[in-house]
């Protein structure tokens, strides 16, 4: 286990709606990423934060957006949804915002109709 | 697209036979890190290679760092059905603010 929470575990939507998703990191890990996991697809980079700040983002629009507590915990949000956000949403928590190894959670899997 | 590419996209072994992943990039990478997915579950984290030519083995896995620092592999000797998921790996690419991108993976298949 990675001590990274993510919820809800499963959710289904349907186009227009909005969504948000929750995660917690490891205890002492500062830095949040945020990926989007389409079926058969490696996960792409949507945001990371690092202590509360959003420090890179990927080539998502800005309808996704995300938020980062004082505890670390953190939030993905995307609004007016389509079909094609239907994906395994992973948070992935790290000590640094720069170097070593991700611990992903096991995933949000959103559905969209 | 995807910045870091995987080939190849699908490997069906006998259990046994060696196995061989390879990573390419256009672009220079800070570091390399390989994750191993099981079906239904998470990326997990192998390891990560930070220099030129670097080589590290993991009882059966080896992993290599081009001398360019744009490619890199994983060979797994004498598969085992343990072995069995999707391999990505993910480098640190300057255009995403030194963040990892991942690669499409590599599925492995092992035939008991």
């Known amino acids: 286990e990675t001590g990274v929470t993510q919820s809800p575990t499963h959710l289904i939507k349907t186009r227009g709606q909005q969504v948000t998703l929750r995660c917690s990191s490891q205890s002492g890990h500062n830095t949040v990423s945020w990926y989007q996991q389409a079926l058969g697809q490696g996960p792409q980079f949507i945001f990371q934060?690092?202590?509360?700040?959003?420090?890179g983002r990927g080539n998502f629009p800005p309808r996704f957006s995300g938020l980062q507590f004082p505890n670390y915990s953190s939030e993905l949000n995307v609004n007016a949804l389509e079909l094609d956000d239907s994906a395994l949403y992973l948070c992935?928590?790290?000590?640094?915002?720069?170097?070593?190894?991700?611990?992903f959670g096991e995933g949000s899997r959103l559905t969209v109709l | 697209g995807q910045q870091v590419m995987q080939i190849p996209q699908y490997q069906h072994v006998q259990e046994g036979e060696d196995f061989t992943t390879y990573c390419n990039s256009s672009?220079?990478?800070?570091?390399i890190q390989w994750y191993k997915q099981r079906p239904g579950g998470h990326p997990v984290f192998l390891i990560q290679l930070v220099k030129s030519g670097e080589v590290k083995k993991q009882k059966r896995l080896t992993f290599q760092f081009g001398e360019a620092k744009k490619n890199s592999s994983l060979h797994i000797t004498a598969t085992q059905t343990t072995d069995v998921g999707t391999y990505f790996c993910a480098g640190k690419l300057m255009e995403y603010g030194n963040k990892l991108v991942f690669g499409a993976g590599t599925i492995l298949r092992v035939k008991s």
């Open positions: 934060y690092y202590r509360e700040e959003e420090n």
């Open positions: 672009t220079t990478l800070s570091n």
């Open positions: 992935a928590s790290s000590l640094e915002s720069i170097a070593g190894e991700l611990f």
